[in-house]
């Protein structure tokens, strides 16, 4: 089981808001159930995965081109909040903010060092993957949660304008050190089609998540951390839509490159929910961003590329639950016949 499968949460999470905000409502609810399930699942596959395979988990942490995976949990909770945020629950988001938050700051400090700082293999940077900028999506869904349940939460509305526009903030710097990195393992290092995996989709979808960050920090009621703060954060939110928009031709590109030129097979694998939801976020984002900044044509953008995540979700639903048929149902009904 990869620490990453919480991507499956965070890309059905994601469509499901982006659906009701469109006005879909039944279809939404439809996928928040899934969502839900999802998310009780792999939580309790991790907790049995935690008591028996403890090695095995242990040795995720120590891998550079894994361990970051984990914060999919964060990440993957947050999105959650957010949806159920958005039908009221605004009790069960706060205290699931509340556990992503210490799990973001703890996840913040161990995997740097358990993965990176503290091995004594060099160079590192060569491990260096899309994975990374999972740490920055982790970072930003922490601020699109607390810009979210602000409006709702009276006395602490100050707390949670500091958390938003804070963890917002090392986003940022966190993508830039990830593309840093994630840019010297290409140029340096042999870089062949079957390295170039789904999860470096997850670089677009950093630059979504921050600019939906950045349009809900916008939003946000009136606070002196907002307040110091919103202009920069409008700005910059489209200039990472931008970017956000330049790199989807070039991943779709590279997906060519690996699967019709190289002949890498297209199969499935975990890590394909990692190019969901970069997908539904850019589309969330750019819905969010059109109407922060008054922006028609990047809301209508992001309104369209909605139903095309829509799509590769479904896909790629049908062929996670088939891989599952295949690998865990069918061999255990061969024995028993």
Known sequence: MTPGYFALVMATGILSVGLLLEGFEVFSRVLLMICVVAFLVLLTLTGVRLVRHRAALVADFLDPSRAFGFFTYVAGTNVLAVRLAMDGHHRVTAVLLALTTL??????????????????ARPVVAAANGTWFIWVVASQSVAVAAASLQPAIGGAGDGLAVLAVVSWSVGVFLYAAAGVFVALRMMLYELRPVDLNPPYWVAMGAC?????????????????????????VAGLSVVFWAFASWLIPVLFLVGWWRHRTHRVPLRYEATL???VFPLGMYAVAGIYLGQADSLPLVGWIGRTELWLALVVWAIVLVAMVRHVAQTVLLPRDTLLR
Do not use: N
């Not at 799990?103 to 004594?120: F, H």
């Open 103 to 120: 799990a973001w700051l703890v996840l913040g400090y161990v995997i740097p060092w358990t993965a990176v700082l503290g091995k004594t």
């Open 208 to 232: 979504a998540i921050t600019v939906l960050a950045g349009a809900r920090i916008v939003e946000m009621d009136a606070a002196p951390m907002v307040d110091a703060t919103r202009g920069l």
């Open 273 to 275: 929910w990692s190019m």
